[in-house]
């Protein structure tokens, strides 16, 4: 298909220009041709490139640098866990979100620490869909919550004891203002929604949340969530 021209991109920030740049990765050519016609009539999105498998959509991600990569689980190939995974360790990865059916995708849990960015379903309404690849490309988690309430329940569940005990170890690092930064990420707040909460600039909280990642040895915000969530912290 037809691409759009390259945007500047210095690395894993908010977008640089007006519109968000999206390639769809699925192996259904009915899914795709719907998510491309219901993305295209947005102003702000431009979807730059189809792919079919895993390995195809990892090849074109590194061709087109695409803001959002639109990430299916299940398909020929390569999975999209895999994909997933192989895209966050390039130096400069787009941003994933996972489509999935979840009801079937049992291992789907495995993208949180593979480095995605939102999950969805694929029966999401379209709004809905529109919105969470807004809020991903401008740098915020999407965190659906009936998706990854199971989700953090099922990593905890599997990892026990052993896994609280590092989650505590890794939260003993920070500062009373970091772990209430943390907390609030946890609950799936935006950088502006931390700010009002308390009473911080956007500045100051990206800072904040920049510490996290290194302090709790975590590269996305759904990471620092899972750490808050196996320690046992309240989020709600």
Do not use: C, W
Not at 36 to 55: C, P, W
Not at 166 to 189: F, I, N
């Amino acid at each position: 298909m037809a691409t759009v021209g390259r945007r500047a991109r210095p690395g894993r920030g908010p977008p640089v220009t007006d519109q968000i740049r999206v390639i769809v990765v699925d192996d259904d050519p009915l899914v795709r041709s719907a998510l491309t016609l219901m993305l295209g009539g947005q102003a702000d999105i431009a979807v730059v490139g189809e792919a079919s498998d895993g390995r195809a959509g990892i090849a074109l991600a590194r061709e087109l640098a695409p803001d959002v990569v639109l990430m299916d689980i299940r398909m020929p190939v390569l999975d999209g866990l895999a994909a997933t995974r192989i895209l966050h360790s390039d130096p400069r990865p787009p941003r994933v979100i996972v489509l999935t059916t979840f009801d079937a995708d049992d291992y789907v849990v495995g993208a949180l620490a593979a480095g995605a960015d939102g999950f969805l379903l694929k029966d999401t309404a379209p709004p809905e869909i529109v919105a969470a690849l807004r809020k991903v490309a401008d740098g915020d988690p999407m965190l659906s919550p009936s998706v990854t309430r199971t989700l953090i329940e099922r990593v905890r569940t599997a990892s026990g004891d052993s896994r609280a005990a590092d989650a505590q170890r890794r939260l003993d690092r920070l500062t009373e203002r970091e772990l209430e930064v943390a907390g609030a990420v946890g609950r799936g707040l935006s950088n502006a929604e931390i700010a009002r909460e308390l009473h911080l600039s956007v500045p100051t909280v990206k800072g904040h949340v920049s510490k996290l990642f290194e302090k709790l040895e975590t590269t996305n915000r759904v990471q620092i969530a899972l750490t808050i969530r196996d320690a046992g912290h309240p989020v709600e």
